[in-house]
C-alpha cells in the first residue's frame, strides 16, 4: 500500500519514463519551479496540493483525470 503522495511520485516516473523527458523539462512544461517537483519526487512534500498534481498532468500534456487513470491511485492500493 501506498500514501496518495508516494503514488504521485511513483505516476510521474512512470510517465517521465513513457514520455522520455527530465524532471527539468516536466518542470518547465508545468509551470512549477524545478525545486518544487524535487520536493515532490524525494517526499519532501507532505500534502500535495490538487493544483499542483493538475500542473504536473498538464505538462505531461494530459487531463488530470487522465493522469489519475492508474492503478497506483485505486483505493485499494492506497493507505488513507
Given at each position: 500500500m501506498n500514501n496518495v503522495?508516494?503514488?504521485?511520485?511513483?505516476?510521474?516516473g512512470e510517465l517521465l519514463e513513457l514520455?522520455?523527458?527530465?524532471?527539468?523539462?516536466l518542470a518547465m512544461n508545468s509551470g512549477i519551479s524545478h525545486s518544487t517537483l524535487k520536493n515532490i519526487m524525494h517526499e519532501t512534500?507532505?500534502?500535495?496540493?490538487l493544483s499542483?498534481?493538475?500542473l504536473?498532468?498538464?505538462?505531461?500534456g494530459m487531463s488530470?483525470?487522465?493522469?489519475?487513470?492508474?492503478?497506483?491511485?485505486?483505493?485499494e492500493n492506497l493507505n488513507i
Open positions: 503522495n508516494h503514488a504521485l511520485v511513483l505516476r510521474i514520455k522520455k523527458i527530465t524532471r527539468y523539462k512534500v507532505k500534502d500535495n496540493l499542483t498534481t493538475i504536473i498532468a498538464n505538462g505531461f488530470v483525470s487522465e493522469f489519475l487513470d492508474s492503478p497506483l491511485f485505486d483505493e
